[in-house]
Nanobody
């Protein structure tokens, strides 16, 4: 069974940076595409960034392109989301997700097999 545990969220001011981590427990991290999603109160869960299982391809939502960077360390079974130049509209619960046995990420949350519990990111103006 796969478990995902996010960490690194918090309350910051606009313009600050945060790095989220997602620890994956299980045997198949290096063969799972990974992604970050976020959900603000009263809104749908939105795709933020995705990465292939060997890190050779990444993709970002337009709203975070140029500010956020997704990466992974297969030796540590961990995926990261470096968030720079944070804005109040980035406030949300951030979730990591895995597509079991898949090379590519997708922007649709229904395509993911495992989810973390989420970590809150709050950006004040």
């Amino acid at each position: 069974q796969v478990q995902l545990v996010e960490s690194g969220g918090g309350l910051v001011q606009a313009g600050a940076s945060l790095r989220l981590s997602c620890a994956y427990s299980g045997r198949f991290f290096s063969t799972d595409a990974m992604a970050w999603f976020r959900q603000a109160p009263g809104k749908e869960r939105d795709f933020v960034a995705g990465i292939t299982y060997n890190s050779d391809n990444t993709y970002y939502a337009d709203s975070v392109k140029g500010r956020f960077t997704i990466s992974r360390d297969n030796a540590k079974s961990t995926v990261y989301l470096q968030m720079n130049s944070l804005k109040p509209e980035d406030t949300a619960v951030y979730f990591c997700a895995s597509r079991h046995g898949a090379y590519y990420y997708t922007p649709s949350w229904v395509d993911y097999d495992y989810w973390g519990q989420g970590t809150q990111v709050t950006v004040s103006s």
